[in-house]
């Protein structure tokens, strides 16, 4: 490792030429020795921005793409907060989500012609309902309940093939 370290100054060194910068050398290794502290501060700095305004990063997203686009195992905090960033921007709001599956599970309870074909696109859509499927465990309407439990156990469980699923209530 120490000769490793010594071989990199050394052409560092040699690029610089006989007349080269010695600070300005000292300087890029000190830089590279704090790449941990500078992606904490990278890392901290797009979390603040994206709670705090979260509007600004339609703007930002060139350079949350190019910061998802690093390679380096040393840059991947980074790389994955910006990537959970991009994602996260991509989504519609909780509340968008809330009112279109409860419409979806209002249409399969009432029994309309599609019903049985509601339900399967929602065990099978690709978009993530975790964060919301739950919510509906305590409607207020008991067939959407069991709906909503319905689609959470098959979903779960769709690398199984389920043949039968019973409802149980339990007394409270």
Known sequence: QVGQYDKVVSQ???QAGPKG??????DII????QYRKRNFVMTCLLEEVFNQEPRLM????PVLTELTNLVKQENSTVCLKARTIL????????DIRYNHMEKMFLDTTNKTEDSAMNLQKMITDESAIFDILGDFFYHVDEAVRQAA???YVRR???????TCLQHQRLPL
């Not at 339609?58 to 997203?61: A, I």
């Open 12 to 14: 560092m060194r040699l």
């Open 21 to 26: 910068d010695m600070s300005t050398i000292v």
């Open 30 to 33: 000190f830089a590279h020795k």
């Open 58 to 61: 339609s703007e930002l997203k």
């Open 87 to 94: 994602i996260a921007c991509e989504k519609p709001t909780y």
């Open 149 to 151: 439990l319905e689609v």
């Open 156 to 162: 779960a469980f769709i690398s199984y093939d389920l």
